[in-house]
């Protein structure tokens, strides 16, 4: 089957930009998260739904971050006024229930560059 | 709180050499550890995982790790190294303490020399 799939593969943007990232998580899978992955480092979490709702946004950086996932399937990351600093790999995972020993199943990544 | 941390960003072995990589963690209460790899331009695919029973965990491509409470590790190792191993690991660990993050360590590139 399909796994987790994220689009765009790269997006460049400018400074001060808005950016939406998308994920589209393995069908049946109800835990979605969110990760972001600097150079040199592990991928650090951002956000946890189940089902619609963010169980968990302890992650998010600040108020300029934030997800939804209205139908509970696809999430979309939105990212507002981009800095510099915001540049970074941003993995979606999904998994079955959202247990702690269940397997997240991770997307290949959108690579943000902010210049 | 949980932490993980891996000892050596790199290693390099020989084809044919033993693997080891290694995976100190820190956690209240009992963890849940995984170790991933991630190839060039690609997601992270679990190798392998510990939940509960059994402490030696055998995962795919020949790999496996056993957990050890008392010296808090989650060694990952394979005998004999292929140039196809090449790749960033990660070790990562998740708790019922309420966190419903993985956190993982900052990984080990792995290099296999022919």
Known sequence: GAGVSQTPSNKVTEKGKYVEL???PISGHTALYWYRQSLGQGPEFLIYFQGTGAADDSGLPND????VRPEGSVSTLKIQRTER?????????SSLTGGVPDTQYFGPGTRLTVL | AQSVTQLGSHVSVSEGALVL????????VPPYLFWYVQYPNQGLQLLLKYTTGATLVKGINGFEAEFKKSETSFHLTKPSAHMSDAAEYFCAVRTNSGYSTLTFGKG???????
Do not use: E, I, K, Q
């Open chain 1, 22 to 24: 998308r994920c589209d």
């Open chain 1, 64 to 67: 300029r971050f934030f997800a």
């Open chain 1, 85 to 93: 600093g915001d540049s970074a790999v941003y993995l979606c995972a």
């Open chain 2, 21 to 28: 990589l290694r995976c100190n963690y820190s956690s209240s």
């Open chain 2, 108 to 114: 080990t590139m792995l290099r296999v020399s022919p």
